[in-house]
């Protein structure tokens, strides 16, 4: 992985050798020069890790997506804003099944930094809704489940939010657990 910096430079060194090949009359290794160096003005805002972990998380194999994730050292140097929010996010959705306090962090951190498309924060804030209805705070639950719904345009995510709704209710409408000082549990007839 090459730093954001040194694409950006290398990209402007290339864009000089095309210019070069232009005044010696090469057009065609000028156009390929030209070509060459928007490669690495992409890899500049898509960053190869994220991108090769993202294809291992759509396979399913999360392991492998940890392992990419694993090579940036240093999210802060080496990322532009957006992919340090791609980042967050795709640790908090490999965390969500075993920690969810780990994941809360970083899916704070993702919406923080900002996502560019609004499923992903959909999906964020979904996940954000889940934990916080697991830890009993219900009027944050219901109030990132709102947001995910609005940006949800595309109802990617129609089926897990009304899941989540529907186990939001039956939460609500359950009975609290009651330890009395007869030492039974539920309501009292």
Do not use: C
Not at 4 to 32: D, R, S, Y
Not at 166 to 178: F, T, Y
Request: without cysteine.
């Amino acid at each position: 992985m090459f730093n954001k910096n040194f694409k950006i430079i290398l990209a402007a060194l290339i864009v000089g050798v095309a210019v070069w090949q232009f005044t010696e009359n090469n057009i065609g290794n000028g156009i390929m020069f030209i070509l060459l160096s928007l490669i690495f003005v992409f890899l500049y805002f898509k960053n190869e890790i994220i991108l090769l972990a993202f294809l291992r998380l759509r396979k399913q194999d999360f392991a492998g997506a940890k392992k990419w994730l694993d090579k940036i050292k240093n999210p802060e140097a080496a990322l532009v804003q957006k992919q340090q929010g791609y980042y967050y996010y795709l640790n908090g959705l490999m965390v969500s099944q075993t920690n969810m306090n780990e994941a809360e962090r970083y899916f704070k951190k993702a919406i923080g930094l900002g996502l560019n498309m609004s499923a992903d924060l959909a999906m964020a804030k979904m996940n954000l809704a889940g934990i916080a209805m697991t830890k009993n705070r219900k009027r944050e639950a219901k109030q990132l489940l709102k947001e995910a719904k609005q940006l949800d345009k595309h109802n990617m995510l129609d089926e897990q939010l009304k899941m989540m709704e529907q186990q939001m209710k039956k939460a609500a409408g359950a009975p609290r657990q009651h330890y009395g000082q007869g030492g039974f549990r539920g309501r009292r007839r």
